[in-house]
């Protein structure tokens, strides 16, 4: 028997393959153009802010403990690529709720054997459109203030050194929420239901939001690991008995 930690790169693996196959490859066109528009604007501004980010962040320390800056100025640039990459992935989700909504009904028609090649329907994906986006609300509303919170501790000093490894952590959870509440909303499960599913598959979860998120950190690639993301969370509610009738494993 698998370990429960190891799915979560299997999961996002066949969730590559599977919107690259020629019945769902016109699905994963729009979520992309979307991303690569995002992409280039927030990196573009990124750029030219970078510099005086990391100087926000970075204590001040008195002449006798220059030294240490060497040391604490990598944790401090860590701490803001981990920042920037979690508020481009949070945009780009939002941006592209609908999109990713519409991916992963049709993944999951193919997942469980309904029809290999589902029709493209604008009309359908407009119709998604007000419960996507109620859902993305309401992921915010859970991410918001734990980021704020995070975002405080940030600019504590001292305090501040433990705030690299804890965005790390939330965000290789939020990744697991983001990509996971799309089959789940589809199949009409509320938020609370949907998060005591997760915590039941707390390790599952985790190995699937860390593999995304390491994904997700290779520019230019993270543009197809998205759409490839929702396939293999996908796939994970499927498999791992979410609503319906659940696929045999190969």
């Known amino acids: 028997m698998p370990f429960p930690v190891l799915s979560g ?7 590559l393959r599977l919107i690259l196959s020629p019945g769902l490859r016109l699905f994963v066109i729009l979520p992309v153009t979307v991303n690569l528009i995002l992409f280039v604007g927030l990196i573009y501004f990124a750029v030219r802010q970078f510099g005086g980010w990391v100087d926000a962040f970075m204590p001040s320390l ?5 030294f240490l800056e060497y040391i604490l100025w990598p944790l401090f640039v860590a701490l803001v690529l981990l920042m920037v990459f979690f508020t481009f992935t949070m945009l780009a989700n939002i941006i592209a709720a609908p999109f990713n909504g519409f991916l992963a009904e049709k993944v999951e028609t193919v997942a469980r054997g309904e029809d290999t090649s589902p029709p493209f329907s604008w009309a359908e994906l407009l119709a998604m459109l007000p419960r996507t986006l109620g859902r993305e609300a309401r992921k915010l509303a859970y991410f918001a203030p734990r980021a704020l919170a995070l975002l405080i501790l940030s600019f504590i000093p001292v305090v501040n050194l433990a705030a690299a490894p804890l965005w ?3 965000g290789i959870w939020m990744m697991a929420v983001q990509y996971i509440d799309y089959p789940a909303d589809n199949n009409k499960m509320s938020w609370t239901e949907m ?3 997760l915590r039941q598959r707390r390790w599952q979860s985790l190995s699937f939001g860390a593999v995304t998120y390491a994904a997700l950190l290779v520019p ?3 543009l197809l690991i998205m759409p490839a993301a929702v396939a293999g969370a996908t796939l994970f509610w499927v498999r791992e008995g979410g609503k319906g009738q659940p696929v045999v494993r190969r």
Do not use: H, I, S, T
């Open 220 to 222: 230019v690639l993270n």
């Open 9 to 15: 790169p299997q999961y996002l693996r066949e969730g």
């Open 168 to 170: 790390l952590l939330f």
């Open 62 to 66: 008195p002449d006798w403990l220059a």
């Open 195 to 197: 998060m005591a599913w």
